[in-house]
């Protein structure tokens, strides 16, 4: 189903090109994206008429891979199969300048039907099961009856045999993998445990089945078909970026995939350590015992009626290449993909080794949804980087009884032992032991996992009164932003916070949580101050007096005075970390007023000592201590969640992190959610 645009394209530029070259979609249009199982960005493109119809592209950035994201070939194979009665959609373009929209893609068009992600098929009745692995099983055995030669496609010919192929280019993966070092570039991580054996095994030809060429889908699978609404009849295949000629083996054994993986034989596998891909792998897909789930047998049988080879004897070997050849060719099961700092502006996508645990108060977490790159911070380089995360515990260390594997959690940006003099005050930020996550001296959480020390006093279980990827805002964000309001109007009285004038200044991602908590003090008026028109535009729809201190200044300055019968503001929120902007807060505040600074600042105070004592001024500044004020702040984030949709629209595959930095730098978006199971 397609939702809201994770990766944004220039909506006008498609439509100038639309205009001069696919007649058949009217403007102006709009755009959703597709979730499910894309490695090609893929969109809903609905027209004036409100037609329907699919763009898929290539994805930003450099590709590591010559033959994945095929665009162009998915494209030609597609078009060549429109003079056949194989079901694919109808195509309309194809544009391979890249100035478009960023990368080549092509439009055709949309099947209305349905798309099957759980091989049970828990929504259908025993017989529509049935009937609809049949239809998938026919539907292979159809295609592979194709005459490459016959629909165009002489070139796809090759010259040698598909297994060859692909066991040259699997070792050629893994081989590179193993090449990966540590940060210190120590230690390589190696090849995974029974390498070569594996190699070996594969590569001796007096095991391979008898060479038989087709046209080979190369991701033949239940969820890469579009079904009729209401019939058991496929109407289209999807995902063909992998199409060559090769083995029809290899995608029967595709196909039939959770058939040989029945979870009573393979007991450690459970849905924490599984792959989304392997997901499939539950006690409802029981082959016989589910009704209307047929039996592997019964889908060969259906194959071996529509195609001129026989598989008897093969389908295991088959089975075993294509899970020896998903492991080989997949990221090394120790290496893990991870956003790297490089300097300021500067990052980079590199594989990095998974973590270990070091100590016995370790946890290893498997991370989902993850949030100094403009160089505002002196910082080292070459650490990875994220400090807001939420993810599923991998391993934990001897020492740590409270917590298991399997448990969802949310972090603190920061470490902290739970035992020392601050911690026990609440005062978590200044743990004698604490550590930030995405530092030189603690990898952050933009990769896959991470190591988190002191787990038990750290990481809090996920509760369930927030909605799950709302969470990593728990991790930094929302307490700041609580934390920042409080200082400020906790010092008042209840009768004077409701009679107080608010100025906040900084109306970003923390800022607005700053708003949200002040706003339940009910103040007398909260004046939001930022220089970007979205921004105030925000803060006024929660209930802020919105002012552009690029263009109001003078004008903020008697407003404030005006409210305050010549006073000056009772509190001022400053979350921007720069001088001037405490600069302003302390030419707004009265005498006796309090300033709650939140901002990280590395330049002078703006006033001297002389002035501060010439106001009574009261300050309070730094680091919030997430992990002390934790239980509070998520009180009233159950409660106004609703409030901060626009915090989690813009969520992204981990792999797209460099992509997701350039819209967050560019101020496109208020901020960006990585997740790294896409």
Not at 19 to 43: A, D, R
Not at 573 to 588: Q, R, Y
Request: charged residues 25%.
């Amino acid at each position: 189903m397609a939702g809201l645009v994770r990766q944004p394209i220039d909506v006008a530029r498609l439509g100038a090109y639309i205009e001069q070259n696919v007649h058949q979609i009217s403007l102006p249009i709009s755009l959703k994206q597709f979730g499910h199982g894309q490695s090609n960005p893929t969109y809903e493109v609905t027209s004036a008429t409100d037609a329907k119809f699919v763009l898929r592209k290539k994805p930003p950035g450099k590709l590591l891979s010559k033959t994945a994201h095929a665009i162009e070939r998915e494209y030609e194979i597609i078009k060549a199969l429109e003079t056949t009665d194989g079901p694919v959609p109808k195509l309309y373009c194809l544009c391979e300048d890249s100035s478009v929209i960023g990368t080549p893609f092509y439009i055709m068009s949309f099947l209305d039907g349905r798309i099957f992600e759980d091989p049970w098929l828990p929504s259908l009745k025993s017989n529509e099961r049935s009937a609809i692995w049949k239809e998938a099983v026919h539907t292979l055995a159809k295609l592979h009856s194709v005459d490459l030669v016959k629909i165009g496609l002489r070139s796809w010919k090759r010259p040698t045999d598909f297994y060859t192929r692909q066991i040259k280019a699997f070792s050629k993966t893994s081989k590179a993998q193993a090449s990966i070092t540590s940060q210190s570039g120590a230690q390589s991580v190696g090849h995974m445990p029974y390498y070569d054996e594996l190699v070996s095994f594969f590569a001796d030809s007096k095991t391979h089945p008898p060479d038989v060429r087709k046209l080979v889908h190369g991701d033949f699978k239940l969820d890469n078909l579009v079904f009729h609404k209401t019939e058991p009849r496929v109407i289209g295949i999807l995902d063909w970026e992998m199409a060559t000629e090769g083995h029809p083996l290899a995608d029967l054994a595709n196909l039939l995939m959770p058939f040989s993986w029945e979870p009573q034989q393979v007991p450690f596998l459970t849905s924490e350590t599984l792959t989304p891909e392997l997901r499939v792998l539950q006690s409802n897909f029981q082959p016989g015992k589910v009704a209307g789930i047929p039996r592997m047998e019964q889908c060969q049988k259906w194959y071996r009626d529509g195609v001129d080879w026989d598989t008897t004897g093969y389908l295991d070997w088959g089975v075993a290449f294509n899970t020896a050849n998903t492991t080989l060719s997949t990221p090394n099961l120790s290496t893990m993909k991870s956003v790297v700092f490089k300097g300021v502006k500067q990052v980079a996508l590199e594989d990095r080794p998974k973590p270990t645990i070091q100590d016995s108060t370790d946890i290893i977490v498997k991370v989902n949804e993850l949030h100094v790159f403009r160089g505002h911070q002196p910082s080292g380089t070459n650490f990875i980087m994220g400090h807001e995360f939420t993810g599923v515990i991998d391993e934990i260390g001897s020492a740590v009884t409270s917590l298991k594997t399997g448990d969802a959690i949310v972090s603190p940006f920061t470490v902290s032992c739970g035992e020392c003099f601050f911690c026990k005050r609440g005062f978590s930020s200044r743990c004698d032991k604490s550590l930030l996550f995405g530092t030189t001296l603690l990898d952050g959480a933009q990769a896959e996992y991470v190591r988190i020390p002191y787990a038990e006093s750290t990481v809090l279980k996920a509760p369930k009164e927030v909605e799950d990827i709302k969470l990593c805002l728990m991790a930094d964000i929302f307490p700041t932003g609580c934390f920042a309001a409080s200082n400020g109007l906790d010092q008042l009285d209840k009768d004077h916070a409701q009679d107080s004038i608010v100025v906040l200044i900084g109306c970003g991602p923390v800022g607005i949580c700053a708003l949200i908590a002040a706003l339940e003090y009910r103040p007398k008026a909260i004046l939001a101050v930022d220089g970007i028109e979205s921004r105030l535009a925000l803060a006024k729809s929660l209930g802020a007096e919105p002012w552009n201190y690029l263009t109001q200044k003078g004008d903020m300055e008697k407003r404030v005075k005006e409210l305050s019968d010549g006073r000056g503001a009772d509190v001022v929120i400053e979350v921007v970390g720069h001088s001037s902007a405490l600069d302003m807060g302390f030419k707004l505040l009265r005498p006796w007023g309090i300033i709650s600074s939140v901002g990280v600042h590395n330049g002078e105070i703006p006033w001297t000592g002389n002035q501060a004592y010439g106001k009574n001024l009261c300050i309070k500044m730094g680091r919030c201590p997430v992990r002390s004020i934790f239980e509070e702040s998520l009180k009233l984030l159950a409660k106004k969640q609703h409030l901060l949709d626009f915090m989690t629209a813009t969520v992204m595959p981990l792999s797209d992190a460099l992509e997701g930095y350039e819209l967050f730098d560019s101020m496109k978006v208020q901020k960006v959610i990585f997740d790294a199971e896409r």
